[in-house]
């Protein structure tokens, strides 16, 4: 059994706590290892190691930087399909998604390393003559990059990968049910030879370790992808210290069919994004907007669909669908239901926790479906985080549109139709960070900017150019080598004198 302890100026250090955690395979109750529990202590001897690395990390070339990225993503590759089997067991979902999920480590890798030789400033003409003037990027510090348990390998590299490029060092808080994955990451730089320091591990709860990097007053920088709730608390205790925020939250999507769609398409992909990952994504359909005309046939053909998806261990390469991550998630989602028969939804498939044979032992839910859902209803605008579709009649594009944005979320929305005009009015006014066009909510590539709108987040954008925002400052430089005192906006510049 592997004991995942804190990993601090490249050692691994029993908590001071000294206190261990199971983590156990939700889809068989096994326990796979043990979890140190932090303390402050442990965050303060972390930042206190990330504080002196940083001093040296930052005046390591950029592309030096970037060869340490390189040589994870190729360690990555290496080992994708033994991470992703482990992935499965720690966190349930079926196997060719944790593939996916490491994939996107190694995308992300390979992605950032190539801005180790970017990192783009500019220059610009100067306002006097003999003076020269540019912008440059410049690290900003300690980084705490807080993460979920959904995407364990994905979102870690999403905030490590850009921070350490740009010069910066981190602390990294993983979520408490997917320690293995962190383990396995931190393992992997160790290896690839990044120094002692710039990247350090603390396992622990959120209101113990997640708290201390909250008010650390060495931590300059949060990074945080939760809920909605959690993100507040964040955005409120770290910004009270001026730290810089970058929040990823939750989101309610909704996928947009159109009375001339490929119906055959919407049930693949719908079917795909509603109970992908078990409806554990932040970018997962919960919300179905249906034309009129189609209305009816869709709901019958999604509902056989989801009947016929088959629940079970995510190693099983029969399995569809796995496990939720936990029993709170499961009591969770059966809530829902529960509201949304009170609201008057018409339950038309799943709505019951599995509990036949080798599913008892794990957290399965049915793929559940409900239709006559009316737009102000909880389950319209709540985000469920579990394999729960709602289904809503539109008349027309407009409405959908409407009802698209009129929830608090604004993170992916889609739409299905043959009509370009249509498409295009829904590209330009869905008011979600990530809009689709002929496919689901879900999916996206790390070189292009990933995050929302509204409550789903502060504005900031994980991925592509967008994300070495989040991780730098900009530094401006004038260098005056006219060799007398030049005021700007001061000095009348006269093209006559210009030798």
């Known amino acids: 059994m592997t004991v995942y302890r804190n990993y601090i100026n490249g050692r691994w250090t029993e908590p001071r706590s000294g206190r261990y955690v199971d983590n156990v395979n939700p889809a068989t109750g096994e326990v796979l290892g043990r979890a140190a529990v932090g303390t402050e202590e442990d965050v303060a001897e972390a930042v206190a190691a990330a504080k002196a690395a940083f001093a040296r990390w930052r005046k390591v070339p950029a592309p030096r930087r970037a060869e340490i990225l390189y040589r994870v993503g190729e360690l990555l590759r290496e080992r994708k399909e033994e991470l992703a089997r482990k992935m499965t067991q720690e966190m349930g979902k079926v196997l060719p998604e944790a593939r996916g999920d490491v994939q996107e480590g190694i995308d992300m890798a390979y992605y950032m390393a190539g ?37 364990p390998m994905a979102i870690p590299t999403w905030k490590i990968m850009p921070a350490l490029v740009a010069g910066n060092t981190v602390v990294f808080k993983p979520a408490t049910d997917t320690p293995w994955m ?41 990074s945080f992808t939760g809920s909605v709730e959690s993100g507040r608390h964040v955005n409120q205790v770290a910004g009270a210290q001026l730290k810089r925020v970058h929040l990823e939250l939750g989101g309610k999507n909704a996928v947009i069919v159109m009375d001339d769609a490929d119906l055959d398409l919407v049930e693949q992909a719908v079917t795909w994004s509603a109970f992908g990952t078990t409806g554990q994504r932040c970018t997962a ?18 509902a056989a669909r989801a009947a016929k998806l088959r629940l079970g261990n995510g190693l099983d390469p029969q399995t569809d669908v796995g496990p939720l991550i936990n029993g709170r998630a499961l009591e969770k989602v059966a809530y829902y239901v529960d509201v949304g028969q009170e609201e008057g939804a018409r339950l038309v498939v799943g ?9 008892a032992r794990g957290f399965f839910f049915q793929p559940t479906i409900f239709a006559d859902v009316t737009p102000d209803m909880r389950i319209a605008n709540e985000e469920i985080f579990g394999p729960v579709l709602a289904i809503i009649k539109v008349r027309s594009l407009e409405e959908a549109i409407a009802v698209n944005n009129g929830v608090q979320y604004g ?89």
């Open 115 to 151: 801005e180790g030789r970017r990192l783009l400033g500019y220059t610009t003409p100067a306002e006097m003559p003999d003076k020269f003037a540019m912008a440059v990027r410049e690290p900003i510090g300690v980084v705490a990059a807080i993460t979920p348990w959904n995407f």
């Open 182 to 222: 962190a383990y396995e990451l931190v393992r992997i730089f160790e290896e690839a030879g990044l120094p002692p320091g710039v990247l350090n591990l603390v396992y622990g709860p959120g209101e113990t370790v997640g708290e201390a990097l909250l008010r650390h007053p060495d931590v300059h920088l949060i």
């Open 285 to 302: 359909t919960s919300r179905l907007l249906v034309h009129e005309a189609v209305y009816d046939q869709v709901v019958e053909r999604l």
């Open 351 to 359: 709505g019951r926790p599995a509990t036949e044979g080798e599913l």
């Open 411 to 499: 993170l992916s929305s889609a739409i299905f139709t043959r009509d370009v005009r249509n498409a295009f009015v829904a590209m330009r006014d869905l008011a979600t960070g990530i809009c689709y066009v002929n496919h689901g909510t879900i999916g996206a590539e790390i070189h292009l900017p990933f995050g929302g709108m509204r409550a789903t987040g502060n504005g900031h954008r994980e991925a592509g150019l967008a994300a070495l925002e989040v991780y730098t400052e900009w530094k401006a430089i004038y260098v005056d080598f006219s060799g007398r005192l030049q005021r700007a906006q001061i000095d009348e510049v006269k093209i006559e004198d210009i030798g």
